[in-house]
């Protein structure tokens, strides 16, 4: 099934979709987003398409009903799906069990984290021109820092590696280091670059920036930037042209390439000038959070993890245990990222009332308490508010 993200479109009658609930809040925002789903497709196709929803167990949820944070039915079932979506997993700081959204990523080779970030008007934002961002980030997921090699300091296995790179390479790493590594494969570079550039020309994007730290981290990031280009003249050429080439073929994408402190600059006085971002793990998280409060923060930004066949949507906020249970939530991630799953089928229609709705209820000043709290006059909504407000717009747009 060759879907909206890579450029083409299938029409269903039906479409099975998978979800994860969520910790947290996760509950609370699936309560507000999944109606708001379910009537756009109604209202803008009547009874010939739906989502068949089924629910998969992960996180809290799934311990205390079979006992485990991840269970292989759920993991089996994934493996086979086309598309998903899932709320915010738990994941503790520096003890308790491995990420869950991370093992998910990796164990399911979800290798593109692809982020579209755009201003909705009325949105207060500390910078003066956020209307001037349109931009979608691919992120690699699943090597980098991300991969989780690592170990804890004085540990036998730090103390261990440590005194081979000393011994063998000639390294000198101080020994009380707690250690991690950096994994980046050609194969995994160039797999999330082509799903940019393919991304880019079938959605008529002007360019497509390498955002890497190649001047440090030669072997890696460097690496990356270069395979990138590799990758355009093997696989693109008279489709991709260079940097301040003087003339290039119609509707042809321009590579270029940024060093990653210096684009995030650049994102904040020239937005304008950057479409698509292709970025290894760790810069491509930085970035997109950053991009996300230009625009009004993680509670408006949707989010999909790929793979060659399973296309997963999520919020890209976490569980918020702070006001887990109080209906203060905002669910306009989750909303949204169920909008880009609706493209992602091409059923464009229905995706483009559940945006208007909801810029129209920003025009109205009627938001949860994040964004509340920076508009003057605004009426804060509960979460569960929130989202029978984007059913009754949904019927005026």
């Not at 485990?68 to 994941?91: C, F, N, R, S």
């Not at 003066?128 to 090699?149: C, L, Q, S, W």
């Not at 464009?348 to 003057?376: F, G, N, P, W, Y």
Request: charged content about 25%; overall charge negative.
């Amino acid at each position: 099934m060759v879907k909206y993200l890579t450029g083409m479109r299938d029409e269903f009658m039906e479409q099975q979709v998978y979800f994860i609930e969520g910790d947290g809040i996760g509950k609370e925002v699936w309560a507000a987003a999944r109606p708001v789903l379910d009537q756009s497709i109604k209202l803008a196709y009547g009874q010939s398409k739906k989502l068949v929803w089924t629910e998969l167990l992960a996180g809290k949820k799934a311990f205390a009903e079979v006992g485990t944070y991840l269970p292989q039915a759920t993991i089996d079932t994934l493996a086979q799906a086309e598309v998903a979506m899932k709320g915010p997993l738990e994941t503790p700081v520096g003890t308790g069990f491995r990420s869950l959204n991370v093992t998910l990523r990796q164990t399911l080779d979800l290798f593109a984290c692809i982020r579209p970030i755009r201003y909705f008007p009325g949105v207060v934002s500390p910078v003066k021109h956020p209307e001037r961002i349109d931009m979608v980030i691919f992120r690699e997921n699943t090597e980098d820092v991300y991969a989780g090699i690592e170990w804890q300091a004085q540990s036998k296995e730090a103390q261990k590696l440590i005194a081979f790179l000393r011994d063998e390479l000639g390294v000198q790493v101080d020994p009380t280091s707690g250690i991690g590594l950096k994994p980046m494969t050609e194969r995994g570079s160039k797999r999330l670059i082509r799903k940019a550039i393919q991304f880019a020309l079938a959605q008529g994007r002007k360019s497509v920036t390498l955002a890497h730290k190649g001047n440090i981290m030669k072997f890696t990031e460097g690496a990356f930037r270069n395979w990138g280009y590799e990758l355009a003249a093997e696989e693109f050429a008279g489709k991709v042209t260079l940097e301040n080439v003087p003339s290039c073929p119609p509707g042809a994408v321009e590579l270029k390439d940024r060093i990653a402190d210096a684009l995030f600059q650049e994102v904040l006085i020239r937005p304008e000038c950057y479409d698509v971002i292709a970025t290894p793990n760790l810069n491509g998280d930085y970035l997109s959070d950053a991009l996300a409060a230009q625009v009004g923060g993680l509670g408006l930004a949707p989010g999909v993890n790929m793979s060659e066949k399973l296309a997963f949507f999520e919020p890209t906020h976490g569980t918020a245990p702070a006001i887990e249970g109080k209906d203060l939530a905002n669910p306009g991630s989750l909303i949204l990222s169920g909008a880009l799953l609706l493209d992602h089928l091409g059923w464009h229609e229905a995706a483009t009332k559940i945006r208007q709705a909801l810029e129209l209820c920003i025009t109205m000043k009627k938001v949860t308490i994040d964004l509340a709290s920076q508009m003057e006059g605004a009426q804060q909504l509960s979460c569960s508010g929130f989202g029978e407000l984007m059913l009754s717009n949904l019927e005026k747009v």
